[in-house]
């Protein structure tokens, strides 16, 4: 399937100078997001996926209804201040400043086997900072999904050697 017809391009947004690929009109086909989930899903049960992780929030309309697809278990990844449990955090760059990402102490058992998902690779920040929580508690990084990847900000190199699956790369 071309996912690439249902990503719609939006300039100039959030700021001026950026394109952000908007997925709304790939969620909004039904049997467009069930064909991108499923791909993605056969990549992480070969993986071995016990769990899918995903980071606030768009993290979360790939990784629920992967884990759903898979029978398994999603684990929020939430700013800080936003989970009601005890927590581990990770502090990350971004472009200016710093932010935080946190997830529950038992959310992720010493050796599962965790997938991350979101809907878009760009810097890696993001995904770093959520593969630290992982290892934090324990969990092995098998894969990592996503349905877009902007391979000129290299946000590959941030996951390290950690295997990738992404439906669209755009190289502009």
Not at 41 to 70: F, N
Not at 121 to 126: E, I, N, V, Y
Request: hydrophobic share 40%; no cysteine; net charge negative.
């Amino acid at each position: 399937m071309d996912y690439r017809k249902l990503i719609r391009d939006i300039p100039d947004f959030p700021k001026e100078g950026i394109l952000f690929r908007d997925i709304t009109p790939l969620l909004a086909d039904g049997p467009a997001y069930k064909a991108a989930i499923t791909q993605l899903g056969e990549q992480a049960k070969a993986w071995g996926a016990e769990v899918i992780v995903g980071p606030e929030a768009r993290g979360y309309v790939v990784g629920a209804p992967l884990s759903y697809a898979l029978e398994v278990g999603f684990v929020p990844v939430r700013k800080r201040g936003k989970l009601p449990s005890e927590t581990v955090s990770v502090t990350y760059d971004l472009e200016y400043g710093q932010d935080m990402l946190e997830i529950h102490t038992d959310a992720i058992q010493p050796g599962q086997k965790v997938v991350l998902a979101d809907d878009l690779l760009a810097t890696g920040g993001t995904m770093a900072a959520t593969i630290e929580l992982v290892e934090k508690l324990g969990g092995i990084v098998v894969g990592a999904a996503f349905f877009i990847e902007l391979s000129p900000l290299n946000g590959r190199e941030k996951l390290g050697n950690i295997p990738m699956r992404t439906l669209v790369q755009y190289e502009d």
